[in-house]
């Protein structure tokens, strides 16, 4: 791992406004700190690990793109959701429709969840 990868996180974490702690995706804060998504993701795999974050696996409605449902395990995704804004039902399993989204430890720092 990158030394200053950590450091990013640790501030990330420490200093962070909640609107982005809420939902903390990787390939966006590879983007914004200007690194590769590969270099990124064992830095908080490893966060995760070690317990600083946690993860989970989120279904995401095609259209909106928003969080329908989010569940912390893998084997727990159902085959099947839905979005109530939308107004459909959709494949949770399909391309495009999971996300992993990393979440701060509320060990380590309380953050508000937000709704979009």
Partial sequence: LQPELIDKLATLIR?????????????GIAQD???????VLPVFLYATKDGLLTLSWDIICPH?????????NLTDVPKHGSCELCGIDL???GINSLEVTFHIHPAVRRVEKRLY
Avoid: M, Y
């Fill in 15 to 27: 200093t962070g406004h909640d609107n982005n702690l809420d939902r903390i995706k990787v390939k």
């Fill in 33 to 39: 700190w200007g690194v590769s998504f590969k270099e």
């Fill in 64 to 72: 909106c793109q928003g969080a329908r449902n989010e569940v912390p």
């Fill in 91 to 93: 494949e949770a399993t």
